[in-house]
Structure formats: structure tokens, C-alpha cells
């Protein structure tokens, strides 16, 4: 009768042991199932947020070919991808810190957003987007002096797609350098106007 009792309470202990562990481990389980979902997640951002993350004021582009490739981009943006009205205000400052002086002031603020916004609905009626962009090589770039400002010239292909049909322009691109050694936009024209000249 003794060994009978005492094999009970073994039994009692194991079974006690086994619904301790199975505890632990339920309980183990349960909380590296919640640390895996609590882990930041890799936070996926448009290439219209990642243009603008860009800061023109303490990163801006350090040479001409470069200041027209990031204008591609941001054009891009414009005409080839979606956003907010935000993001759309803050591509349009941004595009516009590229700009020479005398471009900005060709147009008041509101003239500027206005003629954009034309421009993009426009775009987007004829279906077309701009797929990609291609700066002259660095070796490509023109450097010249004239009235008392260092001036550089370069080419810039852009693939414009509507539907199934692409179109590739060359654009001229002229900029000038301000006080601050940056690079601006002065004016862009298409390459056979030039030619025609």
C-alpha cells in the first residue's frame, strides 16, 4: 500500500513537472510571438518621399550635372508619379530652390503654382509620364565665363512615355553660379532650338 502511494505522488510530481514546463514554454511562445510582431517593420517610402528628404540647404548638389540630375528627378516626381497636394507644394519649393535668382523671379509664387498646375493636368490628360532622365556625362559639361559669372552648359535626355509610345527630348540646360558657389538653374531649352539658331 506504501508503494503504491508513493508511486502515485511520482506520477502526481512528473505530471506536475510536465504542466509547469508546458506553461513555460506556452507562456515563452506567447512572448517572442509578440516581440517578432512589436519589430519595426522596414518603413517603405515613395520615390516622391525619398526626393524630398533630400536638405538643398546643408546637402546641395555639388556640381552642375548633378543639380540637373536631381531636377529630373523631382521632374519625375511631377510627371510620373502619384502624391498629395502636400507633397505636390513641397516638390514644387523644392524644384525651386535648383533655380537661378532671375528665373525665380520671372513669375510671383502664385503665377508659378498656378502655370505647374497646368502643366501637370495637362501631363497627365495626354497620359504622359516622364519614365526617365540622363544627364550629360560630368566630361560633357560646358564651362564658361561671361559678365562677372562662372556659367556651365550641359544636355539632359528625358523618355517621356504616353501609353505604349516614348519620346525622347533633349533638353539644353544652362546654369550659373550664385554667391554661395551652388550651381542654379538659369533656363532650359529643347536642343533643336538651338540647332535652328
Known amino acids: 500500500m506504501k508503494k503504491r ?3 502515485s505522488g511520482v506520477k502526481g510530481l512528473i505530471i506536475g513537472i510536465i504542466l509547469i514546463g508546458l506553461v513555460i514554454g506556452y507562456y515563452y511562445y506567447l512572448s517572442m510571438r509578440k516581440a517578432a510582431d512589436t519589430e519595426e517593420k522596414p518603413v517603405e517610402v515613395s520615390a516622391v518621399q525619398e526626393a524630398l528628404m533630400r536638405d538643398l540647404d546643408n546637402n546641395y548638389p555639388p556640381s552642375p550635372r548633378e543639380v540637373v540630375k536631381y531636377f529630373g528627378e523631382l521632374t519625375q516626381c511631377f510627371y510620373g508619379e502619384d502624391y498629395s497636394e502636400e507633397e505636390q507644394q513641397e516638390l514644387a519649393m523644392q524644384i525651386q530652390k535648383l533655380y537661378d535668382e532671375e528665373l525665380v523671379a520671372n513669375k ?3 503665377q508659378y503654382l498656378e502655370d505647374l498646375q497646368w502643366d501637370i493636368n495637362n501631363m ?3 497620359k ?3 519614365s526617365s532622365y540622363s544627364p550629360s556625362s560630368s566630361t560633357d559639361v560646358e564651362y564658361f565665363s561671361q559678365d562677372g ?3 556651365a552648359r550641359l544636355h539632359c535626355t528625358f523618355t517621356m512615355r504616353q501609353e505604349t509610345n516614348v519620346t525622347v527630348t533633349d533638353q539644353i540646360f544652362v546654369l550659373r553660379k ?3 558657389g551652388h550651381w542654379k538653374i538659369y533656363g532650359w531649352k529643347p536642343a533643336e532650338e538651338e540647332n535652328q539658331n
Open 128 to 130: 504622359l509620364v516622364v
Open 5 to 7: 502511494h508513493s508511486q
Open 108 to 110: 510671383t509664387q502664385q
Open 178 to 180: 550664385d554667391k554661395l
Open 149 to 151: 559669372y562662372n556659367w
Open 124 to 126: 497627365k490628360e495626354q
